[in-house]
């Protein structure tokens, strides 16, 4: 189905576009296209171009399997699995400490039904993002401790906790840290960590999302038990299999490349989505609108994470933790409309927050940068990643929105695929009293009165790694092909392709001159364009979402780089072509 604009950026990108680099990938090279003899050459082309080079890995893409190694190939795994169980035989206290975005929560789901399905005491805990922000706070440990708590697992966060796990280690309490971002310097003194990424782990795949990398643990802990019980009972544990929705969840959401093993078990994961057994899962799509059956990667992306996010944004995402985790349906449809409320209500604030950036960069002389940051003391923690994410998508930069405290401000940074931003602030380490995450995204705080040499040395750091660039989006394109050999038989073939996501971007098309019979705007404001492409053999319906300043500017003949939208509307399936740019066909 066509994926209606309701996610986190769709709904609120501005009208203008910055203008983009076309990157033409070149026919297959003989010795290629001859190892892919078996599959169809446009299949084969695109398969090329995301990395596969045999039938053999080729086959593996497109039946999306992963012949990964144990689970305890990951280093720390064994003394992780060890301690949790010493801590279930004891019946000790534990608390599984996730993250508030939508990877954290699906974590934090995960290991605390399975270690309650192995007869833990244990109990999940969240951080509220405003009150305690991310990661590991020492209230928050302190307050556990003095509670019992003798164990804390960390899910989708810890990694660069040092200081803390070593306070927690003072006062007797045992950590494990399960984590998937990159570590700092120094590993926290943890009885266990658990992260692909971390130095000397063999394990093969290191992409994992944080739930992918709780997944493992959950993974090893029931592979143990089935052959050495620790629960008291004769009711067989859950398999793994089960919880293969929340991976899925969590793994898109995070934005991690879905290949490899996330391919895998993503593809697992969102058939399991569509059954939507979790009452919770089932309240959640059909308050969005959606049906089960209807789940792809991008409804999770664009509709689904949004939701969950909201919480963990503006209020506490333990209210995303109750939904997903609820065996009550009525319970469930209360969360899924109260998460539909924060939703509405976060859209609302990022729209304002990104509209005054905006003008704000606009007055400062954006175009001038090579880095963008903002800052603004009414600014609201939950929404500064989302405003930084759209201000990339409008200016092309790596960009940093921060809400500004009197003693200390929290900022969240979003990045083109040219800057590295984590290793950028690594860079102003000493103006920083935390920061952590990926190439793409980051997140820090900082002394206030900091900031300005912050900036200033960010700005350095880029205009030294961009240089005199001209920093324009890229369009990667599969292939050249004429408009009249689009077919459903096409849109099937690239249906095995599925989950698309990042590493698998979904393929994009180029049809050159192209007669453009009609171009009108529709949607709210007239802020899209609906057309009708014609090659003068097949005529097909298009739709260009944001692109209400090409107004009466679309050329009646074009050059036009699309994706393909099988979608159904009353019933009967269609197919329309999804345009993401288009110039003057050259003569």
């Given amino acids: 189905m066509g994926i209606p604009l309701s996610g986190e950026v769709a709904r609120l990108s501005s009208s203008t576009h910055p203008r983009k680099r076309w990157n033409i990938h070149p026919p297959l090279p003989p010795e290629a296209r001859a190892e892919l003899a078996p599959f169809p050459a446009l299949l084969a082309q695109i398969l090329y171009h995301r990395g596969v080079r045999t039938r053999a890995e080729a ?14 190939s990951l280093k720390g795994m064994g003394e992780a699995v060890d301690r949790i169980r010493w801590a279930i035989r004891r019946h000790e206290p534990i608390v599984v400490y996730g993250d508030f975005d939508v990877d954290g929560v699906t974590s934090t789901v995960i290991l605390t039904q399975v270690l309650q399905a192995l007869g833990a005491n244990v109990r999940p805990y969240i951080p509220h ?48 840290v399960t984590d ?21 782990c063999p394990y093969p795949f290191k992409d994992l999302s944080g739930v992918g990398v709780a997944y493992k643990v959950a993974e090893a802990l029931l592979r143990v038990e089935r052959q050495v019980p620790v629960r008291r009972g004769t009711e067989e544990p859950p398999s793994p299999e ?104 976060r859209q609302e604030m990022t729209r304002d927050v990104f509209d005054r950036a905006r003008r704000h960069l606009e007055a400062a002389g954006a175009a001038e940068r090579h880095l963008l940051l903002v800052a603004g003391e009414d600014f609201h923690p939950g929404i500064v990643g989302l405003v930084a994410s759209l201000l990339v998508e409008e200016y092309y930069r790596p960009s940093i929105v921060v809400e500004k405290g009197p003693e200390f401000s929290k900022g969240s940074a979003r990045s083109i695929p040219e800057f590295h931003i984590t290793q950028a602030l690594d860079q102003c380490a000493d103006l920083l009293v935390r920061h952590g995450g990926h190439a793409a995204a980051a997140g820090f705080t900082c002394a206030s009165a900091c900031l300005p040499a912050l900036e200033e040395r960010l700005e350095d750091i880029a205009r030294e790694a961009l240089g005199d660039q001209a920093l324009e989006p890229s369009l990667e394109i599969d292939a050249v092909i004429p408009l009249s050999e689009v ?101």
């Fill in 59 to 72: 086959v593996a893409f497109l039946e999306r399997r992963w012949e990964g190694p144990s689970p305890f």
């Fill in 129 to 176: 993002r405003v009150d305690e922000g991310y990661d590991l706070n020492r209230e928050a440990l302190a307050r556990l401790q003095e509670h019992g708590v003798r164990l804390l697992v960390s899910v989708d966060c810890g990694i660069r906790s040092v200081e803390e796990v070593a306070f927690a280690r003072k006062r007797g309490l045992d950590v494990i």
């Fill in 180 to 200: 998937h971002h990159w570590p700092g310097t120094a590993l926290p003194p943890a009885v266990a960590v658990v992260n692909p990424k971390q130095p000397g």
């Fill in 487 to 587: 077919t459903w038989q096409v849109a099937d073939l690239l249906a095995l392709l599925e989950p698309f996501g990042e590493g698998n971007p979904v393929p994009y098309f180029l049809s050159r001159d192209v007669v453009v019979r009609e171009a009108r705007p529709v949607g709210k404001d007239g802020q899209h364009l609906r057309l009708l492409l014609s090659d003068g053999r097949a005529v097909w319906d298009a739709i260009a979402f944001h692109y209400k300043d090409w107004g009466d500017e679309v050329p009646a003949r074009a050059d036009v780089v699309y994706s393909l939208e099988p979608g159904e509307w009353n019933g009967e399936k269609r197919l329309q072509l999804n345009v993401q740019d288009l110039r003057p066909a050259r003569p």
């Fill in 242 to 345: 089960e919880f293969l929705d929340l991976v899925a969840l969590g793994t898109v959401a995070d934005i991690v490349p879905l290949t490899g093993e996330n391919r895998a078990l993503s593809s697992r994961g969102v058939a399991l989505l569509n059954e939507a057994n979790r009452p919770g899962i089932r309240a959640l799509v059909e308050r969005a609108g959606l049906r089960p059956g209807q789940i792809t990667t991008a409804c999770i992306g664009y509709i689904l994470a949004p939701r969950l996010n909201a919480a963990g944004r503006i209020a506490t995402a333990t209210l995303g933790y109750e939904l997903l985790a609820t065996p009550h349906r009525e319970i469930a449809q209360d969360l899924a409309d109260q998460l539909e409320a924060l939703n509405r209500e």
